[in-house]
């Protein structure tokens, strides 16, 4: 049977503190970088005969069953009232590193992150796979996050990181069933799959593509490489495209790299929750599990992604599971070749959205746990509900101040240019009250654009497509946003840092565009290079050149979407609070001139 017991280490000194700790658990995440132990101890300054841990930040825990350790790392949190959270070493890949790789095998790349962070690497049985990448100021867990990715992309399959014995362990998400077994007090093991409870399954398009695009970039052209399409997915689901890249020398991975986003993305994600099952020190993330029942709800081969663990008076878990196998799916694939035109000058393709005003609409708002009238489960930031005849389902609309959403609702009260908005509860609904906004649908084209022309290079048009994806983003607070967060200076103005993020998204080299959070630092770096083109010249800016204003009191940066003779429309980050595209005349006074980065 289990005997589990918590210890404390101060000044090089261990004792067991089981006796004075209550509520303990522990949550290994799949997707975290550290386990979190957490527990209360006795507090009472009225009791002489209470012994005071005097637990302070950074002191060990150890939690073991029998002699085996289950968790060890330090305290970061101990409150008056004896609440205490702990971490593992894992907490320390939230330091930001500086690394680059140029075909640097996984295994040393991962030790090479490791080294940087401060913590150990453990295994190095893992693929050899060459890793290529440039990270200047960037998150230890981001840098990983970016490697496994590039693993998955050449393996096809799925990794998973834990700390084991404070150390970093990589390793491929199990493909063997475990079998795994409770001992009960007065009882015969039982195997846990057969005794679940609180089961709750979902199936969710929101990962979903109906579109695989997988393309190169070489002598300043995307080429496309491979693409898949799902005609009859497409007209269920509406067209999502997702456009993956490989570097210009691994093109022949590309056909791998479409077959592991096509398992990955080509049908809805169905995921389980398990609420409560007996405990097992044997489950967690990914390892496999076989439900041999349906009776709970939930049967088959299912991956564990997070487990959390309370131990007190007896051992269980809840789960989050991932289903092992996913329908089948009618992908129309198509390799195509590497394509130049006869004179010498690439072409490629760029998609971009199109927007085309419906008008200005009342905004009212809803909450509640409700199915809709698309049969999809409401979701925050992406449903509201519509007039059919006005704005049919499926519908992508830009809501002006609100952002991107989709129509999936009706409503006996919605008619005509009347917009419900789904929120998170029934008293935010109520603090909105009614609002009126203009608002746009949205379309996706996609054209052919010949690199020297006004259309400007394949990296140019890239950098674009970030910046457009995040359309309708709004800062939270003063100037706070995921931009600054990333650069490391949240809370000041982020113009410049929405540029140099959506670079970094891009994959730019910073030789390209530099890591700035200055409109001024950008304005000379360019100069200094010859690349800066002054307003007056005469210069039309190509796609993804930067737009500087410095004039007429402003002090403002913009990626150019697209000129014209007489204009120009940029993608802005912190244009009025919010991601935003906006179009200009050459004669503007606030414009001092154009930064070609291509």
Not at 154 to 177: P, Q, S, W, Y
Not at 207 to 219: F, L, R
Not at 320 to 347: F, H, R
Not at 540 to 557: E, F
Request: with cysteine; charged share 20%; glycine share 10%.
């Amino acid at each position: 049977m289990d005997n589990y017991t918590v210890h404390l280490t101060q000044n090089g000194k261990q004792q067991e503190i089981t006796a004075y700790v209550d509520g303990l658990s522990m949550r290994d995440d799949g997707d975290a970088y550290s386990a979190e132990l957490s527990f209360t101890v006795a507090v009472n300054p009225y009791d002489p005969f209470l012994k005071d841990l005097k637990i302070e930040a950074k002191d060990n825990i150890t939690l073991k069953n029998g002699d085996k350790t289950i968790f060890s790392g330090f305290v970061i949190r101990r409150t008056k009232a004896g609440e205490v959270e702990c971490r593992d070493n894992g907490f320390y890949l939230k330091s930001d590193i500086t690394c680059q790789f140029n075909g640097t095998d996984a295994a040393n790349a991962l030790n090479t992150v490791c080294k940087k962070a401060g913590i150990q690497y453990g295994w190095y049985s893992i693929p050899s796979v060459s890793i290529t990448g440039d990270y200047a100021r960037t998150q230890a867990s981001s840098v990983i996050d970016s490697i496994l990715e590039q693993m998955e992309n050449e393996t096809g399959k799925r990794f998973i990181h834990r700390m084991i014995d404070n150390k970093l362990c990589v390793r491929a998400f199990d493909e063997n069933v475990i079998t795994v077994t409770y001992t009960r007090p007065v009882s015969k093991p039982l195997n846990i799959t057969w005794a679940v409870g609180e089961v709750e399954v979902s199936s969710t398009m929101e990962d979903m593509a109906t579109n695989i695009v997988v393309q190169t970039d070489e002598n300043d052209t995307t080429v496309t490489l491979a693409t898949a399409t799902d005609p009859d997915a497409v007209t269920k689901y509406g067209y999502m495209t997702k456009m993956l890249s490989v570097d210009s020398d691994k093109k022949g991975t590309a056909v791998t790299v479409l077959n592991n986003a096509i398992k990955e993305c080509a049908t809805p994600t169905t995921q389980a929750s398990v609420g409560k099952i007996w405990g097992s020190d044997a489950v967690i993330p990914g390892k496999l599990l076989l439900f041999g029942s349906d009776k709970f709800g939930l049967s088959g081969k299912w991956w564990v992604t997070s487990v959390t663990h309370t131990y007190q008076p007896y051992h269980y878990m809840s789960l989050e599971l991932l289903a092992y196998e996913t329908p089948k799916s009618n992908m129309k694939v198509v390799i195509t070749p590497q394509a130049a035109n006869t004179d010498g000058t690439s072409s490629g393709t760029t998609t971009t959205t199109k927007k085309t005003k419906l008008g200005n609409f009342k905004l009212t708002f809803y909450a509640g746990d409700t199915s809709t009238a698309s049969g999809k489960k409401p979701a925050v930031g992406r449903t509201i509900a519509t007039d059919p005849s006005v704005i049919p389902l499926g519908t992508r609309v830009y809501i002006e101040g609100w952002g991107e959403r989709t129509a999936e609702d009706t409503g006996g009260a919605i008619k005509g240019k009347k917009i419900d908005i789904f929120v998170a509860s029934n008293a935010e609904a109520r603090k909105y009250g009614v609002q009126y906004a203009d608002v746009y649908k949205i379309e996706t084209v996609t054209t052919s654009v010949s690199s020297g022309s006004a259309g400007g290079s394949a990296a140019g048009r890239k950098l674009v497509q970030i910046a457009l994806a995040e359309e309708g983003y709004r800062e939270t607070g003063r100037d706070h946003t995921k931009y600054g967060k990333w650069f490391g200076m949240d809370g000041n103005y982020w113009c410049a840092m929405f540029v140099a993020w959506c670079a970094n998204q891009a994959g730019i080299s910073t030789s390209v565009i530099p890591k700035l959070a200055s409109v001024s630092g950008y304005m000379n770096w360019y100069k200094e290079r010859g690349k800066f083109h002054t307003t007056g010249t005469g210069y039309r800016p190509q796609v993804g050149d930067l737009m500087i204003q410095k004039s007429a009191g402003a002090s403002h940066i913009g990626i150019v979407v697209s000129s014209t003779a007489s204009g120009f429309t940029t993608i802005e980050g912190n244009s009025s609070n919010r991601v935003a595209q906006r179009s200009y005349s050459y004669t503007d006074a606030k414009l001092t001139g154009f930064c070609s980065p291509f």
